[in-house]
C-alpha cells in the first residue's frame, strides 16, 4: 500500500510538472504527458481508496487523511472527465497541482484508527459522502476557471496582451466551462444533502440537528443555488459569475476547516486527526 502511494505521490508530481511546463512553453506534447500521468496517478489514487474501502468495510473518509485524500480523488476525476468536454488543457495546471497537494498533504498525516457505528456502513452514508466530495471536486474547478476568468479579463481590460493573455483561453470559455462544473457540482451535491438527510431521519430520528456542518453546508448550497438563479434570470456572467464561484468554495473551506478545528458536531467525529 505504502509503495503505491509513493508511486502515485510521484506520477502527480509528474503530471504537475508537465502541466506547469505547457503553460510556459505551450507545447502540446506537455499538456498530454500531463494528462496521461494523471490518469495513471487517478487509477493509483482509485486503488488506493479500494484498498481502503476492502480493509475497512467503509468508504476510508472517517478521519482528516481520509477526508483530503477522496477531496483530491474527486479533484482529478472531475477534470479527467471535464477535458472530455471542453479540452481545456490549461486548467491542469491549477486542478492538477491542487489534487497534488491535497494527496501529498494526506499522505503525512497520521492514519488513526477509530471506531465507527456500524450505522455508518449505510448505503446511504455511502452515497452521500461520495456525492458531496464530487459536488465539491466541480466547484474546485469551478473556481480555477473562475480564477483564470478574473486574469485574462485583467490581462485586456488593461490591454496588457503578455503571459497570460497568450495562454488563457477565451472569456466565454472559461465562463461557460466554469457553468456547467457550478452547475454538475449544484446538482450532485444536492443528491447528497438528500442522502444525508434522509439518512439523519433514519439515524437520529430529524432531518436536520443543526450540526455546525448542516449549517454551514445550507449557506454554501442556497450560494450556489442564488448564483444559478441569478445566471438564469438576471445575466449574471462573466465577473460576478466569478467572483460568486470563488466566494462559493471559500465557503466550502471554511465549512471543511471550521467543522474541524472551530466548531463541535457529530460530522467532526469524521475528519478529525
Known amino acids: 500500500m505504502e509503495y503505491l502511494k509513493t508511486i502515485c505521490v510521484l506520477t502527480y508530481i509528474l503530471s504537475s510538472v508537465s502541466y506547469i511546463l505547457f503553460l510556459f512553453v505551450q507545447k502540446e506534447r506537455y499538456s498530454k504527458i500531463g494528462y496521461y500521468l494523471l490518469c495513471l496517478s ?4 482509485s486503488t488506493v481508496i479500494f484498498i481502503g474501502f476492502h480493509e475497512t468495510g467503509h468508504i476510508p473518509a472517517y478521519n482528516l487523511r481520509g477526508a483530503i485524500m477522496i477531496a483530491s480523488w474527486s479533484i482529478s476525476l472531475v ?3 471535464l477535458k472530455f468536454r471542453y479540452e481545456l488543457k490549461i486548467l491542469g495546471t491549477l486542478s492538477v497541482p491542487l489534487a497534488c497537494i ?3 498533504i494526506a499522505t503525512q498525516l497520521p492514519a488513526t ?3 465507527i457505528n456500524p450505522s455508518y456502513k449505510s448505503i446511504w452514508v455511502f452515497i452521500h459522502i461520495t456525492a458531496m466530495f464530487a459536488g465539491e471536486g466541480a466547484f474546485a474547478l ?3 476557471c473562475a480564477l483564470l476568468f478574473l486574469i485574462q479579463e485583467h490581462a485586456i481590460k488593461n490591454k496588457m496582451h503578455g503571459f497570460f493573455f497568450k495562454r488563457l483561453p477565451s472569456l ?7 457553468n456547467t462544473c457550478i452547475n454538475v457540482g449544484f446538482a450532485i451535491i444536492t443528491l447528497g444533502f ?3 438527510l434522509v439518512f439523519a431521519k433514519m439515524t437520529w430520528g430529524q432531518f436536520i440537528s443543526m450540526d455546525p456542518k448542516e449549517i454551514l453546508s445550507a449557506i454554501t448550497w442556497l450560494t450556489y443555488a442564488v448564483l444559478i438563479h441569478g445566471r438564469l434570470t438576471m445575466g449574471w456572467k462573466g465577473r460576478k459569475s466569478a467572483i460568486m464561484a470563488i466566494i462559493g468554495f471559500l465557503l466550502i473551506i471554511f465549512t471543511f476547516i471550521g467543522v474541524n478545528f472551530l466548531f463541535n458536531g457529530h460530522h467532526g467525529e469524521f475528519t478529525r486527526f
Open 42 to 45: 487517478f487509477v493509483m489514487h
Open 79 to 81: 477534470y479527467i472527465v
Open 102 to 104: 491535497l494527496f501529498l
Open 113 to 115: 484508527e477509530q471506531f
Open 142 to 144: 469551478a473556481c480555477c
Open 172 to 178: 466565454e470559455l472559461l465562463d461557460s466551462t466554469c
Open 194 to 196: 438528500i442522502t444525508g
